[in-house]
């Protein structure tokens, strides 16, 4: 089993590599494996490759976490607001709700300001991966910070629900070292809404199904769980991916088959694959391809070793 610190690392990085190797291929229609592996190994030849939004945002909430471990909202506002560079692909919900904040409009008004009942984009869940490495060993916390982290921009109750359910997915790939069927299951006991709870539960019953080289499976996958932006679709295609790979370059790989919202969606399973791997699982040759790998490694390592003993006070 990975360290804890190799395993935050990995949780992190795997955002990263899932986000930049994916985001050419947003958008994309379903594929073949075989053309999927193509993509990826496309991908980074065109090296250096950026990260979009889903590692943007993230390295925003891990760097806030480390001063606020419970997260408080106008000081994650404000992180965002410092570290966004809006050109890197955010929701167009977003950033009206940014363009909110920068008005001085309170920020549990912003939140239902664009969409009446807050926005159930995947938004929530693709940056929550420093939740699950910082609140790992307890999951009731996890839970609550991650639904706090949720509603400041994505208040529709599938939006905070799925957002749980990805941070609950890195938290308990991180605490066992491991995340397949038995660990998709506990994600989708969690699940507060019902709808989530139902994806998940058939996330958990396709896996049964999968076999790594069925393209067919993964056609089923997609039509039956959604890869779209939503993310009651696009969170529960992404554990699924999660658990049906062995390590992150293949959860990355089918998230690029899957097609829909490749880049949030590989960089979601990346996140709990490598949570369960470690950061040592993970290619070189990506690592070596993308944005800033040092500075999110940091940040998942600094969180690992906050969980384990750093001071949590705010
Ligand atoms: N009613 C109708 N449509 C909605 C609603 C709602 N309540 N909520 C969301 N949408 P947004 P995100 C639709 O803008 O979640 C990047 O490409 C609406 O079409 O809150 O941060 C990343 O890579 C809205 O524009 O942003 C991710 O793929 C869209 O969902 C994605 O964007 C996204 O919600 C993350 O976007
Ligand atoms: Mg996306």
Same mark, same amino acid.
């Given at each position: 089993?990975?360290?804890?610190?190799?395993?935050?690392?990995?949780?992190?990085?795997?955002?990263?590599?899932?986000?930049?190797?994916?985001?050419?291929?947003?958008?994309?229609? @379903?594929?073949? #494996? +075989?053309?999927?592996?193509? !993509?990826? $190994?496309?991908?980074?030849? %065109?090296? /250096? &490759?950026?990260?979009?939004d889903d590692t943007e945002l993230a390295i925003a909430l891990g760097e806030h976490l480390r001063a606020h471990?419970?997260?408080?909202?106008?000081?994650?506002?404000?992180?965002?607001?410092?570290?966004?560079?809006?050109?890197?692909?955010?929701?167009?919900?977003?950033?009206?709700?940014?363009?909110?904040?920068?008005?001085?409009?309170?920020?549990?008004?912003?939140?239902?300001?664009?969409?009446?009942?807050?926005?159930?984009?995947?938004?929530?869940?693709?940056?929550?991966?420093?939740?699950?490495?910082?609140?790992?060993?307890? @999951?009731?916390? #996890? +839970?609550?910070?991650?639904? !706090?982290? $949720?509603?400041?921009?994505? %208040?529709? /109750? &599938?939006?905070?629900?799925?957002?749980?359910?990805?941070?609950?997915?890195?938290?308990?790939?991180?605490?066992?070292?491991?995340?397949?069927?038995?660990?998709?299951?506990?994600?989708?006991?969690?699940?507060?809404?019902?709808?989530?709870?139902?994806?998940?539960?058939?996330?958990?019953?396709?896996?049964?199904?999968?076999?790594?080289?069925?393209?067919?499976?993964?056609?089923?996958?997609?039509?039956?769980?959604?890869?779209?932006?939503?993310?009651?679709?696009?969170?529960?295609?992404?554990?699924?991916?999660?658990?049906?790979?062995?390590?992150?370059?293949?959860?990355?790989?089918?998230?690029?088959?899957?097609?829909?919202?490749?880049?949030?969606?590989?960089?979601?399973?990346?996140?709990?694959?490598?949570?369960?791997?470690?950061?040592?699982?993970?290619?070189?040759?990506?690592?070596?391809?993308?944005?800033?790998?040092?500075?999110?490694?940091?940040?998942?390592?600094?969180?690992?070793?906050?969980?384990?003993?750093?001071?949590?006070?705010?």
């Open positions: 089993m990975a360290s804890r610190v190799d395993a935050g690392a990995g949780a992190l990085l795997g955002t990263l590599l899932g986000d930049a190797v994916g985001a050419p291929y947003e958008g994309a229609g @379903p594929t073949s #494996l +075989a053309k999927a592996e193509e !993509r990826a $190994a496309q991908a980074v030849a %065109a090296a /250096p &490759l950026r990260y979009t471990p419970l997260v408080e909202h106008g000081a994650l506002a404000a992180g965002i607001l410092a570290n966004l560079e809006p050109w890197r692909g955010y929701g167009g919900g977003m950033l009206a709700l940014v363009d909110e904040w920068r008005r001085g409009r309170p920020t549990d008004e912003a939140a239902t300001a664009v969409f009446p009942d807050g926005s159930f984009g995947n938004g929530a869940a693709m940056r929550i991966a420093p939740v699950g490495v910082r609140w790992a060993d307890e @999951p009731w916390r #996890l +839970a609550d910070v991650a639904a !706090r982290s $949720a509603s400041l921009t994505h %208040a529709h /109750p &599938l939006g905070v629900d799925a957002a749980v359910a990805q941070a609950t997915a890195v938290g308990i790939a991180t605490s066992r070292g491991r995340f397949g069927a038995d660990e998709v299951a506990y994600v989708a006991q969690r699940a507060q809404q019902r709808l989530l709870g139902e994806l998940l539960r058939t996330a958990r019953a396709l896996l049964a199904d999968h076999e790594a080289d069925a393209d067919d499976a993964l056609v089923t996958v997609a039509e039956t769980l959604g890869t779209d932006v939503a993310a009651q679709h696009s969170v529960p295609t992404a554990i699924w991916a999660a658990a049906a790979a062995g390590d992150v370059r293949e959860a990355v790989t089918l998230a690029l088959a899957l097609g829909g919202d490749v880049d949030t969606i590989a960089a979601m399973a990346g996140a709990i694959r490598g949570a369960a791997d470690g950061a040592a699982s993970l290619p070189e040759a990506w690592l070596a391809a993308v944005e800033e790998p040092d500075r999110v490694r940091a940040i998942g390592e600094a969180l690992a070793h906050d969980a384990l003993g750093g001071e949590a006070t705010s």
